[in-house]
């Protein structure tokens, strides 16, 4: 959980087990791009400073974060990678979309998690503001990009 002081690109690297060996995907949806992108940039950057190989990192990108779940099922299921991140943006507005495409996407990603062997991470922000969106995928609570990266590694080495 973020505070106010809290930065969430802040990891200690020495306990980040080396990801070399490691293939992640990443599924990123296109809907709030500009917070989405900060997000995967983040993530990308954490795997490549903790030793994943550029070439063992591949991305996908889907229309919104509603789909992240398909994005997510397909990746398990035709490629070989030790975790997947599911990046998304869900912003608050004035109707219940917000709350339906939130819970849809957090309950499927849970779902994957039981079904395959395979971890994925759930990057999603749902912020009230577009302010609290920018700051927390590269302002001034950091990137939680870069915390789904190291949960990734650390999720893909479990029980190795």
């Known amino acids: 959980m973020a505070t106010e002081n809290k930065n969430l690109s802040h990891y200690d690297k020495n306990s980040v087990p080396n990801a070399k060996d490691l293939r992640f995907g990443i599924v990123v949806s296109e809907w709030n791009e500009n917070i989405t992108e900060g997000l995967f940039s983040g993530a990308y950057e954490a795997l490549i400073d903790c030793g994943a190989q550029a070439e063992n990192i591949e991305r996908w990108n889907v229309p919104g974060s509603y789909e992240l779940t398909f994005g997510c099922k397909k ?86």
């Not at 398990?76 to 599911?86: E, G, H, P, Y």
């Not at 869900?90 to 979309?97: A, L, N, P």
């Open 75 to 160: 990746m398990l299921q035709t490629r070989k990678v030790d975790a997947v991140i599911a990046i998304g943006s869900v912003i608050q507005g004035e109707t219940k979309h917000f709350d339906f495409v939130c819970s849809a996407t957090a309950q499927g990603i849970k779902e994957l998690n039981i079904q395959f062997d395979t971890p994925v991470i759930f990057c999603v922000l749902t912020d009230n503001n577009m302010q609290q969106a920018i700051e927390r995928s590269g302002g001034k609570h950091g990137n939680k990009g870069t915390e789904a990266a190291i949960a990734a590694i650390k999720m893909a080495v479990l029980g190795k």
